[in-house]
């Protein structure tokens, strides 16, 4: 991770000391580089370089606003999932008209709000979906750009529960349905056809799966405009994994690249391209430092206790996830085997299991690739407020979200009358 790096012996996060922006904020605390989000985003824009194509950020990998504004003035779009993450786009100058909608359970509360904005594309994962955007729309007087979430049905050989992309799971339209979904779709008045969407799922570190996906999107591609309706763009959705733990999933533009040979090969080459990337754009842009706060040798096993909790990172306890832990000051020295968990009372709190670790009670531990699916899904449990954040651009440093207070988390709680 070249933005977060050791100068003599301290973790440093491009041109700031790590400890110091602990010391004045405190812990927990995300950590983000700017540089990293550009440099990922850059990725995607070499492999796109020359064509046309559309960028739309993931943002339930990580929504803080300000990340938002990073993107927003780096020219791209967003691909959202709710009404809230619609609401936050605006909020941080994000441009209707480059927000596209996925989900499988959009309310006609959402689709209304998004129409009356006038987003880019709804990306429609059911029949039944289809028949009431179409109706919320004529309501309005509106038409709705749309574009269908295609299953591609490939095996994207990743944790099960980030993989969509297999038949039986909720996500999306089935292959062999999608011409007729289509035809339906063209035969509705509130709807417009603009493209074809797909996701394969998330984490993905091999090429295999995007290139078998890419074929079979573009067989059906074929397949609907033999019917007369016209597929504007192609939506690749997201998915590209990051190294968590030496993985070493393709870099964007190799991949783009690979892409855009069987593409042009078949002709589509003119069409616009849009993709949904959140892990791969933010997931190792940003760390969590914690503090040691106990130490627990035991028979079995070493605990080493710190302020984080699945509260915060909630990521090994729902996929077993792996996050490295690079202590803030390098050092070996009596370094024994630690499971590293939090204050939380669940056993299944736990952050890192099994690290040869050098520490001490008080010391700062990163929690690295922690940009992506942290903070957008901590939790309030055991009423734990939510972490602050920092945002960091070489030597300059913005606190972007603080840390959350106990009256803010009973703000909206009401107290039965009486006594
Ligand atoms: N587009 C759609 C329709 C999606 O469902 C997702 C992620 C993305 C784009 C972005 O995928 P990415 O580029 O980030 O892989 N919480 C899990 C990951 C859940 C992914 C859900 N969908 C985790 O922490 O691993």
């Known amino acids: 991770h070249p933005h977060f790096h050791y100068r003599e012996g301290e973790l440093f996060v491009e041109e700031l000391r790590l400890t110091d922006l602990a010391r004045?904020?405190?812990?927990?605390?995300?950590?983000?580089?700017?540089?990293?989000?550009?440099?990922?985003?850059?990725?995607?824009?070499?492999?796109?370089?020359?064509?046309?194509?559309?960028?739309?950020?993931?943002m339930k990998a990580n929504s803080s606003l300000a990340?938002?504004?990073?993107?927003?003035?780096?020219?791209?779009?967003?691909?959202?999932?709710?009404?809230?993450?619609?609401?936050?786009?605006?909020?941080?100058?994000?441009?209707?008209?480059?927000?596209?909608?996925?989900?499988?359970?959009?309310?006609r509360a959402e689709m209304r709000r998004a129409l009356e904005l006038g987003i880019g594309c709804f990306n429609v994962e059911s029949e039944a979906e289809l028949d009431v955007l179409s109706e919320v729309a004529v309501a309005l007087g509106r038409v709705a750009p749309v574009s269908i979430r295609v299953n591609p049905d490939?095996?994207?050989?990743?944790?099960?529960?980030?993989?969509?992309?297999?038949?039986?799971?909720?996500?999306?339209?089935?292959?062999?349905?999608?011409?007729?979904?289509?035809?339906?779709?063209?035969?509705?008045?509130?709807?417009?056809?603009?493209?074809?969407?797909?996701?394969?799922?998330?984490?993905?570190?091999?090429?295999?799966p995007y290139l078998d996906a890419m074929e079979r999107?573009?067989?059906?591609?074929?397949?609907?405009?033999?019917?007369?309706?016209?597929?504007?763009?192609?939506?690749?959705?997201?998915?590209?994994?990051?190294?968590?733990?030496?993985?070493?999933?393709?870099?964007?533009?190799?991949?783009?690249?690979?892409?855009?040979?069987?593409?042009?090969?078949?002709?589509f080459g003119d069409r616009q391209f849009m993709i949904e990337p959140g892990r791969s754009l933010?997931?190792?842009?940003?760390?969590?430092?914690?503090?040691?706060?106990?130490?627990?040798p035991g028979e079995d096993k070493n605990f080493c206790i710190v302020d984080a909790a699945m509260n915060d990172l909630p990521?090994?306890?729902?996929?077993?996830?792996?996050?490295?832990?690079?202590?803030?000051?390098?050092?070996?020295?009596?370094?024994?085997?630690?499971?590293?968990?939090?204050?939380?009372?669940?056993?299944?709190?736990?952050?890192?299991?099994?690290?040869e670790l050098a520490v001490h009670a008080g010391d700062l531990l990163a929690v690295m690739s922690a940009g992506a699916y942290c903070m957008s899904m901590a939790s309030n449990y055991n009423t734990r407020g939510r972490a602050a954040e920092v945002l960091v651009d070489g030597t300059q440093s913005w606190l972007i979200r603080e840390r959350e207070t106990p009256a803010e988390l009973m703000r909206s709680e009401r107290l039965l009358p009486g006594s």
């Open 24 to 58: 004045q904020h405190g812990t927990p605390l995300f950590v983000y580089s700017k540089a990293a989000m550009l440099a990922a985003l850059a990725a995607y824009q070499r492999g796109f370089a020359g064509r046309k194509a559309k960028i739309c950020y993931a």
């Open 67 to 107: 990340l938002l504004q990073v993107f927003a003035r780096a020219g791209c779009g967003f691909d959202i999932v709710s009404g809230g993450e619609l609401e936050r786009v605006l909020a941080a100058g994000g441009r209707p008209q480059d927000i596209i909608f996925s989900g499988v359970g959009k309310t």
């Open 154 to 208: 490939v095996d994207p050989k990743t944790h099960p529960y980030i993989s969509t992309g297999l038949k039986g799971n909720k996500f999306g339209i089935a292959h062999d349905r999608a011409v007729a979904a289509y035809q339906h779709a063209a035969g509705l008045p509130g709807l417009k056809v603009a493209g074809i969407d797909c996701h394969i799922g998330s984490q993905i570190t091999e090429p295999a």
């Open 217 to 267: 999107i573009l067989d059906l591609v074929e397949a609907v405009e033999a019917k007369g309706i016209r597929i504007g763009h192609i939506d690749f959705g997201g998915g590209l994994g990051i190294a968590y733990n030496g993985d070493q999933p393709p870099a964007a533009d190799a991949l783009w690249q690979a892409l855009f040979a069987r593409i042009d090969a078949r002709g």
């Open 282 to 296: 933010v997931g190792n842009a940003g760390i969590c430092v914690t503090e040691v706060l106990y130490l627990k």
């Open 315 to 355: 990521r090994p306890a729902m996929y077993q996830a792996f996050h490295a832990i690079a202590p803030l000051r390098a050092g070996s020295e009596g370094a024994r085997r630690y499971d590293v968990v939090g204050p939380v009372c669940e056993s299944g709190d736990w952050i890192a299991r099994e690290r």
